[in-house]
């Protein structure tokens, strides 16, 4: 008796230890707080805290509503507070619940399929046990093995090994208790861009900015109030071969007017948005970056050229040109803007003779700091057109020509306007003689800034002396 006594408190005991260490879970419901920082190269960083009820001694957790695209060897997992706190294994479980997962779980094991029966008016059950799923389900129903059997299938139970989402599984060693866990991980499928709006004034010499971030969330996941903050800039890191494809998805659409204040941030720039939004899975959302009204513009036409045209004898290079058309703005306070500027695509309209806004073109702009210069080409100019010319052409010596040329550029617009004829030559270069004042860009650039009177003409003639080897 006393044996068995001993026998039935051991098993007592075994039981309520097992109890004890049956794994624990945490999900959303639980989050206190959660930041996400999303950087322009479609990953994140996400970091949580939950409250948590944890076993003492040794005891799993499973932390779910992460996202699917979680990088687990990213995870960083610790207690907030005093009290002992381990991380002893991780495991990152992401067999997913699925028909076919579900099939591949039961190969070797009986199922039920019902097949409906139009002359009962009901389902006939049929006991079958899956032999295969590698293309279609092969099943053994009775004494015959069969594929493509109509019906609907059914299943005793699901599976200890297959979870309805991707879960984060930790074995813990701690004091247990009510405790908040911190914990942050990387994810792939988020990514934020940057899109401006410029509108320009009649004469082409103010414009009204306004400056979009588009927050794209295909991570798997949602987060509630989130703190959102982004950050601008080439962050280095290693990739591997596990990038996953999201084309395809389908997104939806929200539009928040929100304030966002801008911080350095080692040598990136971080964006925070100064209240919490709601970041949900497979969404777009917008918000308003910057708004500067009456920003300065300068419009530059310019007409560029070759090096290659003073290492051969060519004739005429190109008849009828088209002068390229560029705005120029600095990103200055003085200019009513001033922030550091991520990279993205500014679009450019203007009112025509009713008033109403018509697209006039769209550039792509690097991440731009403060004071620095933005030059956004628009297109080609239609009514400004240039012929350029080799009119004589020498050797003299190994690598080495003297060539003179004549620009020819022609005004058809009702207005005078100046173009900048600007002139990548290479090498050692001389300008010989020319008939306009020209200015050195660089050490192998120089340009002539030409006035051309409304409908009128002005020839441009230079000699330049060069040495390329």
């Not at 591997?240 to 966002?260: F, I, L």
């Not at 290659?308 to 306070?333: D, H, I, P, W």
């Amino acid at each position: 008796m006393r044996r068995l006594a001993l026998l039935v408190s051991l098993s007592l005991a075994a039981a309520a230890s097992a109890v004890a260490q049956a794994p624990g879970r945490t999900s959303a419901d639980q989050r206190q707080a959660v930041t996400i920082t999303v950087y322009n190269q479609n990953f994140g960083l996400v970091r949580e805290v939950r409250a948590v009820d944890l076993a003492r001694g040794r005891a799993a957790l499973e932390f779910r509503d992460v996202a699917s695209q979680i990088e687990p060897y990213t995870v960083s997992v610790h207690a907030l507070g005093t009290g002992r706190f381990a991380v002893l294994e991780q495991n990152y479980r992401y067999d997913l619940l699925s028909p076919d997962q579900l099939l591949k779980k039961y190969v070797g094991r009986k199922i039920k399929v019902y097949r409906w029966n139009s002359v009962t008016g009901r389902d006939d059950p049929f006991d079958a046990e899956v032999l295969s799923v590698n293309q279609s389900p092969i099943l053994r129903i009775g004494n015959e093995i069969t594929y493509g059997f109509p019906g609907r299938m059914a299943f005793p139970e699901i599976p200890e090994n297959l979870i309805a989402e991707p879960t984060l599984e930790w074995l813990l060693d701690s004091d247990g208790g009510r405790r908040q866990l911190e914990v942050s991980y990387l994810t792939g499928g988020m990514n934020w861009r940057a899109d401006y709006v410029m509108v320009v004034n009649d004469a082409d010499t103010q414009g009204d900015l306004t400056g979009w971030v588009t927050l794209d969330n295909q991570s798997g996941a949602s987060f509630k109030d989130a703190q959102l903050k982004l950050v601008a800039g080439d962050v280095q890191r290693v990739r591997d071969q596990m990038a996953r494809d999201q084309a395809g998805a389908m997104r939806a659409m929200a539009v928040a007017t929100v304030t966002v204040t801008e911080e350095g941030l080692f040598e990136y720039h971080l964006y925070t948005l100064e209240r919490p939004t709601d970041v949900l899975n497979n969404e777009q959302k917008q918000v308003t970056l910057l708004e500067a009204s009456g920003v300065g513009l300068v419009k530059r036409l310019v007409l560029p050229g070759q090096p290659y045209y003073y290492r051969a004898q060519t004739g005429e290079v190109m008849s009828n040109q088209k002068v390229s058309v560029f705005l120029e703005f600095r990103n200055s306070g003085a200019n009513r803007l001033g922030m550091p500027l991520p990279k993205g695509i500014v679009r450019v309209y203007k009112a025509d003779k009713s008033g109403a806004q018509q697209f006039i073109g769209e550039d792509q702009i690097d991440h731009t700091p403060r004071d620095e210069l933005l030059k956004i080409k628009m297109g080609e100019a239609f009514d400004v057109v240039a012929d350029r010319r080799q009119m004589e052409w020498h050797v003299s010596g190994r690598c080495e020509s003297t060539s003179s040329w004549e620009v020819d550029l022609r005004n058809h617009k009702d207005e005078a306007v100046t173009v900048d004829v600007l002139e990548p030559i290479g090498g050692d270069w001389t300008i010989v003689a020319s008939s306009h004042k020209w200015e050195r860009v660089d050490a192998r650039t120089f340009k002539f800034e030409v006035g051309i009177p409304a409908r009128g003409e002005t020839k441009v003639t230079y000699q330049a002396k060069v040495k390329w080897c």
